[in-house]
Nanobody, 125 residues
């Protein structure tokens, strides 16, 4: 059974870095395509970054390109989102999502099968 648990959120100042982690307790993450999404208050959920099942193919939203990096550690059943040069507009609840099967990268939320509970990231100016 897939159960995704995010961690690593917090309150930081603009320009700082955070690394979010998402662990699959079902230990099948190595075969999943993974995505990171975020939702700010009053806004729709948006895709931030995604990786295919192997982690070799990735996608980034223009707003985070060059600042965020998604990576998979299949041996640890964990996907990471390294966030550098954080901005106040990055403030949101961040969710990881899994697409089961050996799938290609996708930024479309409806393509994902399982979601974590979210972790809050707050960036102060």
């Amino acid at each position: 059974q897939v159960q995704l648990v995010e961690s690593g959120g917090g309150l930081v100042q603009a320009g700082s870095s955070l690394r979010l982690s998402c662990v699959d307790s079902g230990r099948m993450l190595s075969s999943y395509a993974m995505g990171w999404f975020r939702q700010a208050p009053g806004k729709e959920r948006e895709s931030v970054a995604a990786a295919n099942w192997s982690g070799r193919s990735t996608w980034y939203a223009d707003s985070v390109k060059g600042r965020f990096t998604i990576s998979k550690d299949n041996a640890k059943n964990t996907v990471y989102l390294q966030m550098n040069s954080l901005k106040p507009e990055d403030t949101a609840v961040y969710y990881c999502a899994a697409r089961i099967g050996f799938r290609r990268v996708t930024s479309t939320g409806s393509d994902y099968d399982y979601w974590g509970q979210g972790t809050q990231v707050t960036v102060s100016s």
